[in-house]
């Protein structure tokens, strides 16, 4: 077999299709593979189809993958049609997608690499500009995108992701049951969700079942203005709110320890995570460490027995017995001479009923939070973002559950 047939074969090319001529070049190591249409061979303009005549031919290089340790490139004089309607248009070539400069099958060797590293490490193995490297991926996501099937989800999962410094964010749309991100927008406003929920049909719309979220009133008019029904969908997530109480616990034990180191008093010393860990977490010898704070009469002790006994409203099965649960919790609440657990305490009352709406549906944000895991580990293996439209196709690539490769033809 000689070389031209070698590469025909390799490349899988078609009629009219074949290989004009291979070139090695040893410095560069390189091989050029040439390749042209036969002659007389008729093109459609590739906007409409129609049969056009050959305007011209203009010559591309596509980048494909190594010859053993060669670099290799597809060459090839590719025709341009004039086409009645379209103009002069150039005709999309079999191995690769047009305006790309990487042949099918090296793209989905950049994209397989692409899921496990930074686009700089893989620009530094594959001999790629990082420009090249985010050219695949951003295909990869507007290839992704344009690929989904609308479909109805029932559970929805809504939250923020913090982008840069000084409170910068994008807000994430999650389909909880498929564990992936179906929309990311900028910032955290109510129109930030508008172009999602605009982008649903009626019947997708009225399929949603439940959304979780936390307490952020400009997404929960976004969620009222288009998902009909929309207060009985609601879920305030319980981490959500259980974050709130702990954070009130927080400021009582900051509080109570800046009194207390007046006195000399050093027992709430690096205690912080204790007060706020889920007893869940504790191992054995820690939660008897924990246990002289916790049975002591400090006020920290009061509120942190509060945030746990708070837990057991999610424990319940009929609304109205977690409703006469919420009242006398409320009330010792409110009875404990704590500032910031009444505060916390007259905000969850505000909220309730769609508190307890997660009896209704039983979802929280949890798979959202492991996304949004996820996401913190792209942004730490990239040294940051301070393009947010690099972020967020980021984030489409690794957590949008896409199919991300070109497909052969």
């Known amino acids: 077999m000689d070389d031209r047939a070698l590469y025909q074969t390799i490349l899988g090319l078609q009629t009219p299709w074949h290989v004009e001529r291979v070139e ?34 203009v010559e591309r290089r596509w980048r494909h993958l190594d010859t053993c340790q060669f670099r290799t490139l597809l060459c090839a004089k590719i ?8 103009g002069v248009t150039t005709v999309v070539v079999p191995w690769a997608e047009a305006g790309s400069r990487f042949t099918l099958l090296f793209e989905r060797l950049a994209i397989a690499w ?39 989800v029932p559970y929805l999962g809504i939250d923020e992701k913090s982008f840069l410094k000084r409170h910068q964010y994008v807000s994430v749309v999650v389909d909880l049951n498929a564990r992936r991100i179906l929309h990311v927008a900028d910032d955290r406003k109510a ?29 929960r008019n976004t ?50 995570y204790a007060w706020l860990k889920n ?16 049975n002591s009469t400090l006020q920290s002790a009061r509120a942190w027995a509060m945030k746990e006994s708070l837990r057991r ?14 009242r006398a919790w409320y009330g010792w609440a409110m009875r404990s001479r704590l500032a910031p657990m009444k505060a916390v305490a007259r905000m969850l009352k505000a909220h309730l009923e769609n508190i307890l709406t997660y009896l209704t549906h039983r979802i929280t944000n949890a798979v959202t939070e492991g996304l949004n895991a996820k996401i913190q580990w792209i942004k730490y293996s990239a040294r940051g973002y301070r393009n947010r439209d690099a972020f ?3 984030i489409y690539f690794h957590c949008g559950g896409l199919d991300l490769e070109p497909r052969l033809s």
């Open 223 to 272: 969620i009222r203005a288009h998902v009909p029904d929309a207060d009985r969908k609601i879920v305030f997530d319980k981490f959500h709110v259980l974050q709130h109480v702990g954070a009130a616990v927080d400021h009582v034990r900051k509080q109570e320890h800046r009194a207390l180191m007046a006195e000399g008093d050093t027992r709430l010393t690096r205690t912080k």
């Open 24 to 57: 090695l070049r040893t410095d560069p190591q390189e091989v050029d593979v040439w390749v042209e249409a036969v002659s007389g061979t008729a093109f459609a303009c590739p906007k409409c189809g129609a049969a056009s005549p050959i305007y011209d031919h």
């Open 313 to 326: 409203l999610w424990d319940y099965t009929y609304v109205g017995a977690a409703r006469t649960f919420f």
């Open 114 to 152: 692409l899921r496990e590293a930074t686009p700089t490490a893989v620009g530094r193995r594959l001999g790629l500009s990082w420009d090249e490297a985010r050219g695949i991926m951003e295909r990869a996501v507007r290839r992704g995108l344009a690929r989904r099937q609308p479909v109805v």
């Open 191 to 219: 129109t930030s969700l508008t172009g999602y929920f605009t982008t649903l049909t009626e019947s997708q719309r009225d399929g949603i079942s439940a959304i979780a979220m936390d307490m952020w009133e400009p997404y």
């Open 79 to 86: 025709p341009r049609v004039s086409c009645a309607t379209h």
């Open 279 to 294: 007893p869940a977490n504790f191992t054995v010898k820690a939660w008897r460490e924990f246990a002289a704070l916790r």
């Open 392 to 394: 967020k196709m980021a």
